[in-house]
């Protein structure tokens, strides 16, 4: 029952993952301004919430640690990627 619940508390993250990757996706195909403040601003509150489920699972023993550090790293990879291309127009 245990393990049943590990891996769904890391399918949902996972989801909530990909829902920030696809955010960051879209804002790559259409750079259309280099830097938008609205759209830093919803990612940086996206990000914040994701760090604090991953918190929340680490603590509950649902995830471990090294797995969601591993989601962050993933999505802070994305970012990152975003913000070099919209240097770059």
């Known amino acids: 029952m245990v393990n049943k619940h590990n891996e ?3 399918a949902l993250l ?3 993952v990909e829902k920030i990757q696809q955010l960051i996706e879209v804002q790559m195909e259409n750079l259309t301004m280099p830097q938008c403040p609205l759209y830093e601003e919803v990612l940086d509150t ?3 919430g994701l760090s604090r489920e991953i ?3 680490i603590r ?3 995830v471990r640690e090294e797995e969601g550090k591993q989601l962050l790293n993933e ?3 994305k ?3 975003l913000h ?6």
Do not use: C, T, V
């Open 60 to 62: 509950l023993e649902l």
């Open 14 to 16: 996972k989801s909530d």
């Open 46 to 48: 996206q990000m914040f």
């Open 75 to 77: 999505l802070e990879r």
């Open 55 to 57: 918190d929340f699972a």
């Open 84 to 89: 070099e291309a919209s240097l770059r127009k």
């Open 79 to 81: 970012l990152a990627a």
């Open 8 to 10: 769904r508390a890391y």
